[in-house]
């Protein structure tokens, strides 16, 4: 439907993202990856907190290796029953787990790239996850961190009419709007930057995603037009350092 449509739920500028990350991951481990000659440039790729595989499956099918590792065996199921209906379920495989446990189920420096999409904001200790995801990956391996940014928050809180919500966001240390918000903490790009050297990470670019979608009204984006200035909106405000304070995520690259 069109109002489905105008309200993307996958953003254009983050896949795009992931897919220049991967390159680069892809450029550095030419001639140092292991296997035949049919798997050749295929990386070994982690996807922290993957759930039902919607980002795995789009990395598999550009030829990777996938290992989603998630604490929930529903998602895990949905996700093999995806990758079988894709064609790809010999590239793509399910482990039970978490960021707490991580090095329990996979081998220290095993994978070229990590992805932690939305997982800092809901684990127990963020410090903690950016340390198992620095353990996992190889030297010169590559993270991909996508966290939530609180001056988005604030935004939208104000926009919804939520006024006493907005002032909360300011002034809690973790950047909730109540102690009912589902999302225990957010970050701002300094926050998140810090987290990330702190685990022995150099973070070499940031980017922000969903900086207009989530607060444009569904009927401004309902024709194919209004949906590809969106995007072009999206795609110019991602680089933009005066508005990436705006975005509701942040993607940062970085390289351990």
């Known amino acids: 439907m069109a109002k489905e449509r105008g309200r993307p739920r996958t953003s254009t500028v983050l896949w795009e993202g992931v897919q220049h990350l991967l390159a680069d991951a892809t450029g550095d481990a030419t001639g140092t990856a292991s296997g035949d000659a049919a798997d050749a440039g295929a990386l070994t790729v982690v996807d922290l907190g993957g759930g039902t595989g919607g980002l795995a ?5 550009l030829g990777h290796r996938v290992v989603v590792v998630d604490p929930s065996p529903d998602a895990l199921a949905a996700l093999q029953r995806r990758t079988v209906e894709a064609g790809l379920s010999g590239r793509v495989r399910a482990v039970q787990g978490d960021a707490s446990d991580l090095s329990s189920v996979l081998a220290p420096a095993s994978a070229d790239v990590l992805l932690c999409h939305g997982v800092l904001e809901v684990v127990d200790d963020p410090a903690a996850a950016l340390r198992a995801a ?3 990956l190889r030297p010169g391996g590559r993270l991909s961190l996508l966290v939530a940014q ?14 006493a919500q907005a002032l909360h966001v300011l ?9 009912s918000d589902p999302v225990r903490r957010r970050f701002d790009q300094a926050s998140a930057t810090a987290l990330a050297e702190a ?9 922000g995603t969903r900086t207009f979608s989530d607060v444009v009204p569904a009927v401004s984006t309902e024709s194919d037009d209004d949906l590809a200035l969106l995007r072009e909106l999206e795609a110019v405000a991602a680089r933009s350092p005066e508005l990436r304070v705006l975005a509701g995520h942040l993607h940062l690259h970085a390289r351990r």
Do not use: I, K, M, N
Request: hydrophobic fraction near 50%; charged fraction near 20%.
């Open 57 to 61: 499956v789009r990395v598999a099918a």
């Open 134 to 136: 620095h353990e996992v």
């Open 150 to 163: 609180w001056p988005a928050t604030v935004l939208a809180r104000v926009l919804a009419g939520q006024l």
């Open 171 to 179: 002034s809690d240390d973790t950047r909730r709007w109540s102690s």
């Open 199 to 207: 685990a022995g990470f150099s973070v070499t670019e940031v980017e």
